[in-house]
């Protein structure tokens, strides 16, 4: 991660790095900052720490520095509730956190980001581990932590072209895995990275609008909020060179929309998880995977293959483990892992039903949420949609769905549609209830930008 760095640093070192709403950074500026963070690190002994912090000059400034040094960060959701940013601090064994916030007990060692402002002239040459901690969004339960080496998630970026002109969208938390890989992307490409916070979709819109952006990495559901939100507005949408999907299934409603909404783009999807990394990626426009992606005996240098209709990673691929508490990790059976998303191999597609957390039993039918909700989210007049299991007494959950209506929709003609939408399933996969609800409700089923179907 560092060597990225200062190569652009020495490359460009007045091209701008990072636009945030506190700062502008020149790479020769951002460089000069990791480093000045690295020697304070190392002048205070600090060989592992925790992040709370929304700017991302300031974490690129520190990731730099820890990686420097081969102190090991661990971002955190900034804004995460301070009684439980104590408790999930403690469960990684945290107790000092690098952060402007004022809210948090004495029994942590508060550093502030500025105060580490150390001489970087005697700072001695480091070659060993860049180790880096990186948690999950906990959509599928509570936060685990993967511990990775930037060695090796920086590989991909000793091959990428630099392009100078690109401005790309952190549409992502710093703190997740699509996020860091967006930094990496960006300084391997030597461009420019406009981080506005919150990250919100209706501030990835303003971006957009505003500042020139040419590349926007976002998950389906944050591109589907950005969309209702300019088609709500009647915003006029800039021409884009790249959008990268990642982080959940795309629909191909949504990618439909992308398209015509950005005919001159090339959109890209991208399997990854926090787990096992960047593992695959498609540009053909279509959902899912190509099957030419999964292992045989005429390519068995492939890390994926479905068993049992889910899909399954190579064991070894990616992190270095679980830190902390591993309860719930997946387990190794004849050196694959499951990664918990459940497929559908169709013709020469691969094609995600979801995750296997998400199932919704119905009467001891296991019902996928996903395939529903793309119904559901094609039918005229529906804007956003949402499905997930609702307990019932009888057969222990039923299929419920929630809509956002788009603008001059008739309630009754749309929830009708969605059950006509939905009449050839099988019964247990209907739904039972059909609820209209607002745009703030269903962005409060999100977690980490994506739809939480729990």
Avoid at 194 to 205: C, E, H, N, S, Y
Avoid at 409 to 433: F, G, N, T
């Amino acid at each position: 991660m560092i060597g990225l760095l200062e190569k652009a640093a020495a490359d460009r070192p007045a091209q701008v790095a990072v636009v945030t709403p506190e700062v502008t950074l020149t790479y020769a500026e951002l460089h000069d900052g990791a480093r000045r963070v690295a020697a304070g690190l190392r002048a205070r002994g600090i060989e592992r720490f925790a992040v709370l912090e929304p700017d991302a000059a300031w974490i690129l400034r520190l990731l730099g520095g820890a990686a420097s040094v081969g102190s090991e960060p661990c971002q955190y959701q900034p804004d995460l509730d301070a009684t439980q940013f104590t408790e999930q601090a403690a469960a990684l064994g945290h107790d000092v956190v690098v952060t402007r916030r004022t809210d948090l007990p004495a029994t942590l060692t508060v550093v502030r980001p500025d105060e580490l402002d150390g001489d970087p002239a005697g700072l001695p040459a480091y070659d060993g581990p860049q180790p880096l901690m990186i948690r999950t969004t906990g959509t599928t339960g509570l936060p685990k932590a993967a511990r990775h080496d930037w060695a090796v998630l920086s590989r991909r970026g000793a091959t990428t072209t630099p392009r100078p002109g690109q401005r790309w969208l952190l549409a992502y938390g710093p703190q997740q895995f699509a996020g860091i890989q967006v930094l990496l992307h960006v300084m391997a490409a030597q461009a420019t990275l406009v981080a506005p916070f919150p990250r919100q979709p209706r501030d990835g819109l303003a971006a957009l609008l505003r500042d020139e952006l040419t590349c926007v990495s976002a998950t389906p559901t944050y591109w589907r909020f950005l969309l209702a939100e300019a088609r709500s507005s009647g915003a006029d949408l800039p021409t884009l060179e790249q959008i990268t999907l990642g982080g959940e299934a795309s629909s191909p409603d949504l990618l439909a929309e992308l398209e015509k909404a950005f005919p001159t783009a090339r959109i890209s999807q991208v399997y990854a998880s926090t787990e096992f990394g960047s593992i695959a990626s498609v540009r053909d426009g279509r959902p899912g995977l190509s099957t030419s992606s999964l292992w045989s005996p005429e390519n068995p240098d492939a890390v994926l293959r479905v068993q049992d209709g889910e899909l399954q990673v190579r064991a070894g691929t990616g992190m270095l483990g679980y830190a902390g508490d591993t309860a719930g990790a997946p387990e190794e059976h004849d050196g694959w892992v499951s990664t918990g998303d459940v497929v559908e191999v169709v013709a020469d597609r691969v094609l995600f039903r979801g995750r296997s957390s998400e199932v919704i039993n119905v009467g001891g039918v296991k019902v996928h949420p996903l395939p529903i909700e793309e119904r559901v989210g094609a039918v005229p007049g529906v804007r956003l949609a949402r499905v997930h299991g609702r307990s019932n007494p009888m057969v222990g959950a039923v299929v419920a769905v929630e809509v956002v209506l788009a603008d001059d929709a008739d309630e009754s003609a749309v929830k009708s549609a969605v059950r006509s939408a939905c009449a050839d399933l099988p019964r247990a996969w209907q739904p039972r209830s059909v609820k209209v609800v607002d745009e703030a409700e269903l962005a409060a089923a999100t977690k980490g930008g994506k739809m939480v179907r729990r």
